[in-house]
């Protein structure tokens, strides 16, 4: 029998928080990271994309979660100069490069890189 309590605290029964980012490093792969992908509208991810997914990674293994997403916009924009930097990141990951690069990497983003109750204007 389910014993609701212990679901709610296990992190087994919530492989994801309420943004969709994965609970943890050990259940991630890059079939995990193609699906996700594909949920969010991407048909297939670039050698660009990857290599900001692996980085994310191995910054969060490296460091921990970041204090804030501007600290990994500079780290990834070092690499990116030459394209353009941030608005290039922005081309690869319309959705913002350290929170939809995060949940396809996943690990959890920095406090505060997304805002989903910000709303949006047409």
């Not at 309590?5 to 792969?29: C, M, T, Y």
């Not at 995990?32 to 692996?54: D, H, M, N, P, T």
């Not at 916009?73 to 353009?84: M, T, Y």
């Amino acid at each position: 029998m389910l014993d609701i309590n212990r679901a709610v605290d296990d992190r087994e029964f919530r492989p994801h928080d309420p943004e969709g980012h994965l609970q943890g490093l050990p259940r991630w792969s890059r079939e995990y990271a193609k699906r996700q992908a594909r949920a969010e509208g991407f048909e297939e991810l670039s050698e660009q994309q990857w290599w900001v997914i692996y980085n994310l990674r191995g910054f969060y293994r490296k460091n921990g979660r970041a204090a804030s997403a501007r600290l990994i916009n500079r780290v990834l924009e070092k690499d990116f100069v030459d394209e353009g930097g941030l608005r290039h990141l922005y081309m690869l990951f319309p959705k913002g490069p350290v929170s939809q690069g995060s949940r396809l990497a996943g690990v959890p983003p920095p406090p505060y890189s997304s805002d989903p109750s910000f709303g949006w204007v047409a």
